[in-house]
């Protein structure tokens, strides 16, 4: 049976076993002038062997810096988010900064309806905004707050960002179906809940809009689903196009407004009894980690790199000596050319997919069944050598 914890050492421990005074320990700690090389290496040797840590929020309120940097997000949950916050971490890991999360959304909690400042407040050095809609409550609130702010894949005004050109990315996924001859081209990506103030997918979809008025195609607002930015939006969308009774000539061809809306096509598309490419060809956009276990063609954008452009720019603010005017960084993309995508086939008609609807059943049924018929849509391999053009 354990004794009871030992408190921990404070600063008055660190001055009787170093043998100088809780004052001098005080600056040596946290770096201040007045105190010679060879006390603060006492200094440090002691708080090392009792294990002790200087309160950074009582540090904080000396020297006004938390070494803290906050980022906010609609939903962590999504490989875009996570893969942002993780080449920031990596960034200010480097430079010995904390990074406190604070998601927003419907998985935000309490914070769902905009973020609170007082839980910010004194508490962070600078903010990193990812996806934060425009019409959010929480632009007012971050910049009452009066530290720097770096948004990523959102341009406000006033604000330093990070994105890349989300209605070129439309453009050319839709351009590249287009030349392999496709002219019933589907959009699933309009925003499942309505929040005008995320431009990604209107952006994406403008592009997908552009991109067949140059054909001399004019949009069908029958091939346009709303997803969202998920597998499962992906494969709801995929149900009521192709389900029958099919109300219009369907799509030869999906732009998907994310990766993950376009494995779930390709989850539903198997169920259904097509064959991709050569029933139907799918195109994404990110560069998902994952997209090349589903040999997925994609519009690739560098996710992390945006997260570690963004701390660096945020980290420049942060340390500078007055305030420094908003830099807007524009980030490429790229096609990568992967087996998901074809030259439309003569083939391609009413007798393609049929739906076998007793597997249906039991895959909707089953969510371990559904895994398990999903990993064997996309079976473990090796990376392929895909076929990368450059925007």
Known sequence: MSGPLAE?????????????????????????????????????????????????????????????????????????????????????????????????????????GGLDTRALNKRVDGLLALNVPLAAPSLPSMQDLRVPVVTVGTAVEGMSGVLVDNVEVGRRATQHLLDLGHRRIAFFGDDLEQLHGFTAAADRHRGYDLALRAECIEPDPALVQRTGFSLDGGEAAFHRMFAPP?????????????????????YAARGHGFSVPRDLSVIGVDGHDFAYLFDLTTISQPVRDQGRIAARLLLEQVNSAGPQPPSLVS?????????????????????????????????????????????????????????????
């Open 8 to 112: 921990p050492a404070g600063i008055v421990e660190v001055a009787a076993l170093s043998g100088f005074s809780p004052a001098t320990v005080s600056r040596a700690l946290r770096g201040l002038p007045g105190v010679s090389a060879s006390t603060r290496v006492a200094v440090e040797q002691a708080a090392a062997q009792l294990g002790y840590f200087p309160s950074p929020s009582a540090a904080a309120l000396t020297t006004g810096k938390t070494n803290a940097i906050g980022v906010i997000a609609p939903k962590v949950s999504r490989w875009f988010f996570s893969a942002v916050i993780e080449g920031a971490q990596e960034i200010l890991t480097e430079y010995g900064y904390d990074l406190l999360l604070y998601p927003l959304g419907a998985g935000g909690g309490r914070r769902s």
């Open 331 to 391: 980030v490429g993309s790229s096609l990568i050319r992967r087996g998901t995508t074809a030259p439309r086939s003569p083939q391609q008609g009413p007798e393609r997919g049929k739906t076998d609807t007793t597997q249906q059943h039991h895959l909707r049924a089953d969510p371990a069944l559904k895994r398990e018929h999903l990993a064997f849509v996309a079976p473990m391999q090796e990376p392929p050598v895909d076929e990368q053009i450059e925007g």
């Open 246 to 266: 099919v109300g219009c000539e369907p799509p030869t061809a999906v732009f998907a407004v994310s990766d993950e809306v376009a494995m779930g096509v390709l």
